[in-house]
């Protein structure tokens, strides 16, 4: 069949038809195209993106304060100058006194506390508590014998201060070797100004070894402390009084004393007369070193201060 104009205009129109729908088709697609390679960058620049980098990060806990540190409320002080200074006065001869607050960290009374003295018997605190540092550490074992004494080493160190018992403490002394105590007390103690080999101290250094008694950081074990302690604080009369001097003047306090003398019988006179001591007054949770270090003054001197002190120390 001939085509017609008529037939003809209309297979135009259907060809521009079928153009348009496939240019349709086409832009369509490529608008979705864009739009997909649209959001697809979009999304590949967010998720790179610092600020999504930092918002999808996993938040950290924030680090703990340090605990503050615990504020230590010091006990009052009492001052003690007074009573020192009352007591210096009386009765002749050398005298020096040193009181320490434990509690305080701090010297609360003194006269002439670095004068140097014979320390008499004194000088068995540096040679026991070195003693006691040995059995701690295992050095020593306290059920050995001391050299020929007759007794175990821990019984001799108990008696070198409950009884003064000389034998003993000589025979310890001997065992740690005297140069090497003296080694020993100037590098491990940190007492500088003693002479121990010598029999030189004074109130400030045996304020010191008494404080290093209390403390006793070297000697942790507790059969060891509850024997050191009782040592210093239960002391029978004997051939002596031990305790007739400072802890004599006390009523309510548990005193741990260490006393060191020269008696001439010829004479009447103490040449030496010394109390070094931790006096605890319990019901008040407070506690002090006192030492006193006297040539020819009469031990009722120690008597009198020990009173005066706790007559000061109640009165606050």
């Known amino acids: ?67 503050p540190e615990p504020v230590v409320v010091l006990p009052d002080k009492i001052d003690f100058q007074p009573v020192v200074d009352g007591w210096v006065g009386g009765a002749g001869g050398n005298k020096s006194v040193l009181i320490y607050d434990l509690e305080r960290n701090e010297v609360v009374g003194a006269y002439n506390a670095t004068e140097n003295y014979n320390t008499a018997s004194l000088y068995k605190l540096f040679v026991v508590y070195e003693g006691y540092r040995r059995v701690q550490s295992g050095e020593w074992q306290a059920s050995d014998p001391a050299g020929s004494t007759g007794y175990t080493i821990l019984k001799c160190l108990d008696l070198a201060i409950r009884e003064s018992y000389s034998p003993c403490a000589e025979t310890l002394w001997a065992m740690i070797g005297r140069q090497e105590l003296t080694t020993i007390i100037e590098d491990d103690f940190g007492i500088t100004n003693s002479d121990i080999e010598s029999l030189i101290s004074n109130p400030e250094d045996i304020m010191k070894m008494m404080k290093i008694f209390y403390e006793h950081k070297d000697v942790t074990d507790e059969n060891l402390i509850a024997t050191m302690k009782d040592s210093f604080l239960t002391q029978p009369p004997t051939t002596y009084n031990w305790r007739q001097g400072l802890p004599s003047g006390f009523t309510k306090a548990n005193v741990y004393n260490k006393v060191g003398w020269d008696y001439n019988p010829d004479a009447r006179v103490w040449n030496i007369y010394h109390d070094a001591a931790i006096v605890e007054f319990p019901d008040k949770n407070r506690h002090y070193i006192v030492v006193v270090m006297t040539n020819q003054v009469p031990y009722q001197k120690n008597t009198a201060l020990g009173r005066d002190i706790e007559e000061k120390f109640y009165a606050n």
Do not use: D, H
């Open 1 to 67: 069949m001939v085509p017609t104009k008529v037939n003809k205009r209309k297979a135009v129109k259907r060809t521009v038809l079928r153009n348009t729908l496939k240019i349709a088709v086409l832009v369509a697609v490529f608008a979705v195209g864009a739009v997909g390679v649209y959001f697809a960058i979009s999304y590949f620049l967010t998720k790179n993106s610092p600020i999504e980098a930092e918002s999808t990060a996993v938040e950290l806990a924030p680090e703990p304060e340090p605990e």
